[in-house]
């Protein structure tokens, strides 16, 4: 089966290896859309669920992780460093480019659960679910090269595990 179904969530003692967490799901999501776009031989029912699972995950679940980003990393590191500080700006904008690209995922997603079997629907959603990897994985390896380790760096344990419960009270 292409998606794995009921993946129990890992518990963290740190925001940092939470926070790298949530990146792996981005790039198993933006993976699982390339491969709804580029499989055309998937039984429609998988391809279905697939667009079902992709979406839900980038509607819901991608905006908690960019409020965490935005609002319990970024205040806690601003003011640090010069290149920290170019970084979360950098971090920033890529979150506010990041909403017309999920949006045209979103509408290639819903062309093909209205029409799974549609070559052309297919080919579209390849191109946004390719172009929007690209610019994650861009985004996910410089917040894991500057932002993640400033984390550890700047930021007392007792403060990290604060911002932890700032995740989980998120997703509560």
Request: net charge negative; proline share 6%.
């Given at each position: 089966m292409l998606v794995s179904i009921g993946q129990a969530p890992k518990t963290h003692s740190d925001v940092t290896d939470a926070l790298?967490?949530?990146?792996?799901?981005?790039?198993?999501?933006?993976?699982?859309?390339?491969?709804?776009g580029s499989r055309p031989d998937l039984p429609v029912a998988e391809t279905v669920y697939g667009v079902e699972r992709v979406t839900r995950y980038f509607r819901l679940a991608l905006p908690q992780h960019v409020r965490d980003e935005e609002e319990s990393v970024l205040p806690r590191l601003k003011g640090r460093a010069r290149l920290l500080d170019e970084a979360l700006a950098t971090m920033h904008a890529e979150h506010e480019a990041h909403v017309s690209a999920l949006e045209r995922l979103f509408t290639r997603l819903e062309d093909v659960r209205g029409a799974p079997l549609d070559t052309g629907a297919r080919t579209a959603l390849l191109d946004a679910a390719t172009s929007l990897s690209a610019a994650f994985e861009?985004?996910?390896?410089?917040?894991?090269?500057?932002?993640?380790?400033a984390l550890r760096q700047?930021?007392?344990?007792?403060v990290r595990a604060a911002m932890l419960g700032e995740l989980r009270a998120r997703r509560a």
């Open positions: 790298l967490d949530c990146h792996e799901r981005i790039r198993r999501f933006t993976a699982l859309a390339v491969t709804l861009e985004h996910l390896r410089a917040e894991e090269a500057i932002i993640l380790p700047y930021v007392p344990s007792e």
